[in-house]
T-cell receptor, first 114, second 110 residues
Framework: EPEVTQTPSHQVTQMGQEVILRCVPISNHLYFYWYRQILGQKVEFLVSFYNNEISEKSEIFDDQFSVERPDGSNFTLKIRSTKLEDSAMYFC????????????FGEGSWLTVV | LAKTTQPISMDSYEGQEVNITCSHNNIATNDYITWYQQFPSQGPRFIIQGYKTKVTNEVASLFIPADRKSSTLSLPRVSLSDTAVYYC???????????FGAGTRLTVKP
C-alpha cells in the first residue's frame, strides 16, 4: 500500500538553527499538508499546499515557517530559526482529489529543540 | 470546515461495542464525515468515511442520521489495541483547511 514517508524520524537541533523536514507524499496525490503535535496535545494544522502554492495556513504558520515542493516528489517544511516551543512531532499528509476529506499521514518527524 | 464536538474521553472493556458520537451542527451539503484513529507517536490513520446513512468496513461502522448533524463511529468488540484517540473531521472534497478537533481518547480495559 502506498504511504507518505518522512525524514528524519527524529532530529535534535539547537535553538536558533534552521531545520528542514522532508516528506514524500503518495505519488498521485495533489494536496499536501503539514501538521504538528506537541506532546500530549491535539494535532494542529499548519499549512496546506496545492498546485505549487500555499492554499491555506493557520495562525501558527508564521514567517519562520516555509514550505516548498522543490521537485516532483518531495515536499519540505523549513523552520528558519527554531525556538524551544517548536519541539513537537511534525506530520506530513497528502490527499488525492475526489476522496472527500480522506488524508493520509506519514509517521512523523520528531523535532527536539534544545 | 464544519466545527465538530466529541466527548473528551471514553472507557470501555475488551469485547464490548463502543460508540463515539460527533456533533457537527453546521455541516454543509457537500461535506463528508471522516474518522481517524491515532496511536501515541504515530500519525492519524483513516478509519472510515461517509456522507449519509450507514457505512461499514472491516474495521468500523459509521452511522449518519438523515439530518447529518451528527455521526456515530461504532467499533465492534474492542480489544486493548483499540486504545487510541479518535478524531471526527467534516469537510468537502476541496477542503484545504483540514483542522482536527481535540478528539476522543478511548481507553479499553481488560
Amino acid at each position: 500500500e502506498p504511504e507518505v514517508t518522512q525524514t528524519p524520524s527524529h532530529q535534535v537541533t539547537q535553538m536558533g538553527q534552521e531545520v528542514i523536514l522532508r516528506c514524500v507524499p503518495i505519488s498521485n496525490h495533489l494536496y499536501f499538508y503539514w501538521y504538528r503535535q506537541i506532546l500530549g496535545q491535539k494535532v494542529e494544522f499548519l499549512v496546506s499546499f496545492y498546485n505549487n502554492e500555499i492554499s491555506e495556513k493557520s495562525e501558527i504558520f508564521d514567517d519562520q515557517f516555509s514550505v516548498e515542493r522543490p521537485d516532483g516528489s518531495n515536499f519540505t517544511l523549513k523552520i528558519r530559526s527554531t525556538k524551544l516551543e517548536d519541539s513537537a512531532m511534525y506530520f506530513c499528509a497528502s490527499r488525492v482529489q475526489g476522496a472527500g476529506n480522506t488524508i493520509y499521514f506519514g509517521e512523523g518527524s520528531w523535532l527536539t529543540v534544545v | 470546515l464544519a466545527k465538530t464536538t466529541q466527548p473528551i474521553s471514553m472507557d470501555s472493556y475488551e469485547g464490548q461495542e463502543v460508540n463515539i458520537t460527533c456533533s457537527h451542527n453546521n455541516i454543509a451539503t457537500n461535506d463528508y464525515i471522516t474518522w481517524y484513529q491515532q496511536f501515541p507517536s504515530q500519525g492519524p490513520r483513516f478509519i472510515i468515511q461517509g456522507y449519509k446513512t450507514k457505512v461499514t468496513n472491516e474495521v468500523a461502522s459509521l452511522f449518519i442520521p438523515a439530518d447529518r448533524k451528527s455521526s456515530t463511529l461504532s467499533l465492534p468488540r474492542v480489544s486493548l489495541s483499540d486504545t487510541a484517540v479518535y478524531y471526527c473531521l467534516v469537510g468537502d472534497d476541496g477542503e484545504n483547511d483540514m483542522r482536527f478537533g481535540a478528539g476522543t481518547r478511548l481507553t479499553v480495559k481488560p
